[in-house]
């Protein structure tokens, strides 16, 4: 693959987690001691009524998937960026070890598997 190709794969992977971080910025509190853990805040309010705490309950949880979700993708986005500046294996499928698709890594810079093994997965 070639330098420029990488530089602008690296630059969109940068965006991507910039916005991911902003995200979950907007909802949980990340964990200091642990990186890319981030913690759902739970909303804390009193004298609620019965309807008010089971909605929030709700909207927690619904968070609680949310956060997960983003934790993964942006662990996903670290990972790619770590190999683009370790120049370590970025680019290549982690099962078959075939070079990943120019138009793969275009739509899905973080791609960790060529379009074959990802159908077989």
């Known amino acids: 693959m070639n330098i420029k190709i ?5 630059e ?3 965006s991507e987690k910039a916005s991911l971080t902003k995200e979950l910025n907007s909802f949980a509190v990340e ?5 890319n853990n981030w913690d759902v805040k739970y909303p804390n ?9 089971a909605d929030e309950t709700q909207e ?4 609680l998937s949310l956060e997960q979700n983003l934790e993964l993708k942006l662990k996903d986005v670290d990972l790619a960026l ?6 370590k294996d970025y680019g290549k499928c982690e099962k078959c070890g075939k070079e990943i698709e120019e138009e793969r890594l275009s739509a899905y810079p973080e ?3 060529c379009i074959e093994c990802n159908k077989q997965s």
């Open 60 to 63: 927690y949880d619904n968070l």
């Open 82 to 87: 770590e190999k683009i500046t370790q120049g």
């Open 111 to 113: 791609a960790k598997l």
């Open 45 to 53: 309010r009193e004298n609620g009524s019965m309807e008010e705490e």
């Open 12 to 14: 969109k992977l940068a």
């Open 31 to 35: 964990d200091k001691n642990i990186k």
């Open 6 to 10: 990488i530089k602008e794969l690296k």
